[in-house]
């Protein structure tokens, strides 16, 4: 369907890119930056290469006369495929959105407030993002240069807090283990949940098709900065941060600047608005793919519908930790990454091509 909304492709690149390092912020001590972990900067330059190859394929297995997207079917069985499809982009999309607000929620009890206070947070972040997703996708994505100031004055303040903290020691490594490197590049695709995301708001742009320089230049500058936050823990924590469950925060906590004697309420401020760029860019994409299925443009009651279910999935996933546990495997495991981004679009592309061998017959 098309899309009269149109924002610009270095908005989309924002978005996407802000999205993207709210997990970044969020890596664990197995992630960790460190000689033992899988993340380093070598693996984050590899996965990234990894990441624009993928994307690349997806966008040209999805490209045809209307633009880029995984929707754009064609062939006698459109109609019912375009339906399954956007079920699936649907569910996950909104898995996306319940991952984020249960790992937001994970940290803010583990780190500032009880849980009934994080609870009551994530549900609260929730209804935020339901306002700004009301509100256009065009006054959100204006916003997101504001939210790239806002991303970058913090790292840059927790960078310099922390100068008399780094240690070149720190960055000796291990002899180079290829499983590990491996593992780290892997890792980097499979948690990457911006690529499906990618292919399905290019339809909302002004431009048709996805250039090199477009998709370089997000996965350059999610490296960029991945790279800039591993290098900055690394360097201050070492061996120390692996301990730790969330080692930007330990970082940021132990950075001092001017009279601030530490610059956790400046993490603080970075995940609020990470995680609420991340849950506006999927509620919208959960609310347009009830407008794909519905054939007419988004509004505001499907906006608040899904929101509504948003927050009763939400409210399942924190009081039942069976659920939390099995919703961060699912996301972590790579199948929505590789189904939304590869599979998708692979089986896209055959319809077109029988389509189009058919109508050559006839």
Not at 51 to 70: H, I
Not at 213 to 222: C, Q, S, T
Not at 258 to 266: I, N, T, W
Not at 307 to 318: E, F, Q, S, Y
Request: with cysteine.
């Amino acid at each position: 369907m098309e899309k009269k909304v149109k924002i610009s492709p270095f908005q989309l690149t924002v978005l996407l890119t802000l999205s993207r390092m709210f997990s970044v912020m969020a890596y664990a001590p197995e992630a960790a930056a460190l000689p033992q972990g899988k993340v380093s900067l070598l693996t984050t330059l590899l996965s990234a290469l990894a990441q624009y190859g993928v994307v690349m394929v997806a966008a040209s297995w999805c490209t045809g006369p209307k633009g880029v997207s995984p929707l754009f079917l064609s062939g006698k069985m459109a109609r019912p495929v375009h339906l399954i499809f956007s079920g699936f982009y649907w569910a996950f999309s909104v898995l996306v959105c319940v991952y984020t607000l249960l790992h937001f929620a994970w940290f803010l009890s583990t780190s500032f407030y009880g849980y009934g206070e994080a609870v009551a947070m994530a549900l609260v972040l929730a209804l935020c993002g339901g306002f700004a997703v009301s509100q256009g996708l065009e006054a959100f994505a204006r916003a997101g240069a504001v939210f790239a100031f806002v991303l970058l004055a913090g790292l840059l303040a927790v960078a310099v807090g922390l100068w008399k903290e780094y240690d070149l020691l720190n960055l000796v490594r291990e002899p180079f283990n290829p499983l590990g490197t491996a593992q780290g590049v892997w890792q980097g695709l499979s948690m990457n949940l911006e690529l499906p995301a990618l292919l399905l708001l290019m339809p909302y742009t002004r431009r048709k098709r996805l250039t090199s320089r477009m998709a370089a230049g997000w996965l350059g500058a999610v490296a960029a900065l991945s790279g800039s936050v591993i290098l900055m823990t690394t360097l201050s924590l070492g061996e120390y941060g692996g301990y730790q469950m969330f080692p930007v925060f330990a970082a940021a906590s132990s950075a001092r600047i001017l009279m601030l004697q530490h610059l956790d309420a400046v993490f603080m401020a970075i995940w609020v608005l990470l995680g609420f760029v991340r849950i506006t860019v999927f509620l919208f994409l959960a609310s347009s793919m009830w407008g794909e299925i519905l054939r007419r443009e988004v509004d505001g009651r499907m906006v608040w519908a899904n929101t509504g279910a948003l927050l009763l999935l939400c409210l399942w996933g924190l009081l039942a930790e069976k659920a939390t546990t099995e919703i961060f495997r699912m996301t972590g495991s790579g199948f929505p990454v590789l189904a939304g981004a590869v599979a998708i679009p692979l089986l896209g592309r055959l319809m077109r091509g029988k389509a189009g061998t058919r109508q050559d017959e006839s």
